[in-house]
């Protein structure tokens, strides 16, 4: 069975930093690119970013939202996808999901529960 | 055009067809795919590929496509698909993806 979990969200001050971890169990993680979307209180989803798998480059793609801020990373060899995030704003007060990308880049088929994220003085 | 446009609420007696739409010009080039998420849940990945549905997921729902158009077509509504539901594909580029806003669904 397919699983994501998601850890380290929690309350933090604007301006500060916060490192987000997803882990991936129950398939070949390394085979898949790997995405965080985001969904504000009360809002709809926001596409954050994407790691392609090393096959492909192993490269990030962000939103305009958070591209200079926040940064994607990977450690295959523990099935664990990174979010990190730098000079946080009270904008990205929001719930964090981890999703798998699906064959073709062109859907999320798996999710993880998500993880809150609050930034706040 | 990096937007994708949805109805923010649609409802559907008990037992009809629903369709719920989403407009975007990146739909001319990429399939979307639609999510449905209940309160305090995860989405769930309902259709991709224009219209194909994961494991688990009721022949009930079904996906199509034309032209800058994507459409989630629910056949038979029950009252365990009231939720909210997104859309989301690639955007112009091809580099980033992009959600619709959301459409809430509910069954009467």
């Known amino acids: 069975e397919v699983q994501l979990v998601e850890s380290g969200g929690g309350l933090v001050q604007p301006g500060r930093s916060l490192r987000l971890s997803c882990t991936g169990s129950g398939f070949s993680f390394g085979d898949y690119a790997m995405s965080w979307v985001r969904q504000a209180p009360g809002k709809g989803l926001e596409w954050v970013g994407f790691i392609r798998s090393k096959a492909y480059g192993g490269t990030t793609e962000y939103a305009a939202s958070v591209q200079g801020r926040f940064t994607i990373s990977r450690d295959d060899s523990e099935s664990i996808a990174y979010l990190q995030m730098n000079s946080l704003k009270t904008e990205d007060t929001a719930v964090y999901y981890c999703t798998r990308v699906g064959g073709g880049y062109v859907h999320f088929d798996y999710w993880g529960q998500g993880t809150l994220v609050t930034v706040s003085s | 055009s990096s937007e994708l446009t949805q109805d923010p609420a649609v409802s559907v007696a008990l037992g009809q067809t629903v369709r719920i739409t989403c407009q975007g010009d990146?739909?001319?080039?990429?399939?979307a795919s639609w999510y449905q998420q209940k309160p305090g849940q995860a989405p769930v990945l309902v259709i991709y590929?224009?219209?194909t549905r994961p494991a688990g997921i009721p022949d009930r729902f079904s996906g199509s496509s034309s032209g800058s158009t994507a459409s989630l077509t629910i056949t038979g509504a029950l009252a365990e698909d009231e939720a909210d539901y997104y859309c989301?594909?690639?955007?112009?580029?091809?580099?980033?993806?992009?959600f619709g806003g959301g459409t809430k669904l509910t069954v009467l």
């Open positions: 990146s739909l001319r080039s990429y399939y």
């Open positions: 989301n594909s690639r955007d112009s580029s091809g580099n980033v993806w992009v």
């Open positions: 590929a224009k219209n």
